[in-house]
């Protein structure tokens, strides 16, 4: 598998324990917002018998690996480089953007899945203008990790174009018993010309946004 980065020991990114975080360069998305631009082009890649070395070194001491990106279900390899990190002991979260679910049927009927996270971006009718991209594939993959039998959630990036209107809206789609959490939308330099006049919500604001959505989604938490 192309492996563009590596976070050698996170503690907020598998629910209860340490992990490490493999960036998968590349993504079939282009967010206005994402944090992680330097890889969806070409980026420069980590030699993957360095990283299994590092990771070899690191079973028993970190609890799991994330597959996170970019978009870690493009990359071809990634069914066989989960099973050799599952080899080493560790449990195993991906981070996705829901388009593959045929790639995520195919892991979780393979259970080789501990924990997952998708990105729920806006309502599926405002994908284009977030994402660059339609939500094919997002209905089916959130079905898909309904049926299935590892915990999940869902997170959405909070930005100005999501207001509580559309946010409700969002919240239809999903049974009650998601959870399902708002990020803060940080600003990066180049953002203006998405924005428009618009203007980033604060902590507060979101903390109040997730308060409302309570209402209807009891799950629902700001992060
Ligand atoms: S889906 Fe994630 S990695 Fe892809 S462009 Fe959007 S924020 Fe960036």
């Given at each position: 598998?192309?492996?563009?980065?590596?976070?050698?020991?996170?503690?907020?990114?598998?629910?209860?324990?340490?992990?490490?975080?493999?960036?998968?360069?590349?993504?079939?998305?282009?967010?206005?917002?994402?944090?992680?631009?330097?890889?969806?082009?070409?980026?420069?890649?980590?030699?993957?018998?360095?990283?299994?070395?590092?990771?070899?070194?690191?079973?028993?001491?970190?609890?799991?690996?994330?597959?996170?990106?970019?978009?870690?279900a493009?990359?071809?390899?990634?069914?066989?480089?989960?099973?050799?990190?599952?080899?080493?002991?560790?449990?195993?979260?991906l981070?996705t953007?829901g388009?593959r679910p045929e790639v995520l049927r195919s892991l979780l009927?393979?259970?080789?899945l501990?924990?997952a996270?998708?990105?729920?971006?806006?309502?599926?009718?405002?994908?284009?203008?977030?994402?660059?991209?339609?939500?094919?594939?997002?209905?089916?993959s959130?079905?898909l990790l309904?049926?299935?039998?590892?915990?999940?959630?869902?997170?959405?990036?909070?930005?100005?174009?999501?207001?509580?209107?559309?946010?409700?809206?969002?919240?239809?789609?999903?049974?009650?018993?998601?959870?399902?959490?708002?990020?803060?939308?940080?600003?990066?330099?180049?953002?203006?010309?998405?924005?428009?006049?618009?203007?980033?919500?604060?902590?507060?604001?979101?903390?109040?946004?997730?308060?409302?959505?309570?209402?209807?989604?009891?799950?629902?938490?700001?992060?």
């Open positions: 598998m192309r492996i563009a980065g590596l976070e050698k020991c996170s503690t907020v990114d598998f629910p209860g324990g340490l992990a490490a975080v493999l960036f998968a360069p590349g993504c079939n998305y282009r967010c206005f917002y994402c944090h992680n631009r330097q890889i969806l082009g070409n980026p420069p890649l980590l030699d993957e018998a360095e990283v299994f070395r590092f990771l070899k070194k690191r079973a028993g001491l970190l609890d799991a690996v994330v597959f996170s990106g970019g978009e870690p493009l990359q071809s390899g990634l069914a066989d480089c989960i099973r050799e990190v599952r080899a080493l002991g560790y449990k195993v979260k981070d953007n388009s009927s393979e259970n080789l501990d924990y996270a998708m990105d729920y971006k806006a309502p599926f009718g405002d994908y284009p203008s977030i994402t660059g991209q339609d939500a094919s594939g997002v209905a089916e959130l079905s309904l049926a299935g039998r590892i915990p999940f959630e869902l997170r959405t990036t909070v930005v100005p174009m999501l207001t509580e209107t559309k946010l409700k809206e969002m919240a239809a789609a999903v049974p009650h018993n998601v959870k399902w959490f708002l990020q803060l939308y940080r600003p990066q330099q180049g953002d203006e010309a998405f924005l428009g006049s618009l203007h980033p919500y604060s902590q507060g604001k979101i903390e109040t946004l997730a308060e409302k959505l309570q209402e209807v989604r009891p799950l629902v938490r700001a992060r």
